[in-house]
């Protein structure tokens, strides 16, 4: 086992990554209820296992197709700071389908975002999948201080930030 998988799982439930969502993404069990598939989601976000991101979709002819390159994108420029469980509905081992609503902490292009979603799950063929999701509205928290229309550009330009990536901002 890699030093690795003793780390503390991203999905923030205090167990090591190798207890926890590593069984999902590596395809060696799967996801006991809704709640453990978006913790092994928000995981390969993290550690940009995007296969897990859209294997763990429904497929359908009336179901959006998951854009690859987007979601590798995200993946890839942001730093994950934090999943925070709100409310789980539903996913029982007698229930076909669920409720996940979460805020997934994340910083990307200098900018603090918090995704705040009402995920859908439903249990295709005895397999917990992602089927759809409502985003909830959030506030953007820059990191960091604002830079003045007056001030030096911090690209390294030596013009005035309004006359140089301030300009169409």
């Known amino acids: 086992m890699s030093e690795q998988n003793n780390d503390l799982c ?4 205090g167990k090591t990554y190798s207890d926890c969502c590593e069984p999902y ?9 809704p709640e453990a598939l ?6 390969a976000y993290v550690k940009h296992e ?22 590798e994108d995200w993946s ?3 730093t994950w ?24 902490t994340y910083t990307q292009k200098g900018i603090r975002d918090v995704h705040h979603e009402i995920g859908g799950f439903r249990k295709i063929n005895g397999e917990w999948l992602y ?8 506030t953007v928290v820059r990191e960091g201080r604002k830079v003045g229309r007056n001030e030096p550009c911090p690209c390294g330009s030596g013009k005035k930030y309004k006359n140089c990536c301030g300009k169409n901002a």
């Open 10 to 13: 991203p999905c923030g439930s």
């Open 25 to 33: 993404i590596k395809g060696t069990q799967k996801a006991p209820s």
């Open 38 to 43: 978006m913790r092994a989601r928000y995981t």
């Open 50 to 71: 995007i296969d897990f991101i859209i294997n763990t979709c429904e497929t359908g002819e009336k179901i959006a197709e998951i854009d690859r390159k987007a979601t």
């Open 76 to 78: 890839n420029t942001s």
């Open 81 to 104: 700071h934090g999943l925070k469980i709100l409310n789980v509905e539903k996913g029982g081992p007698d229930d076909t389908d669920g409720i996940v609503e979460f805020e997934a």
């Open 131 to 138: 089927t759809e999701g409502y985003i909830k509205p959030t």
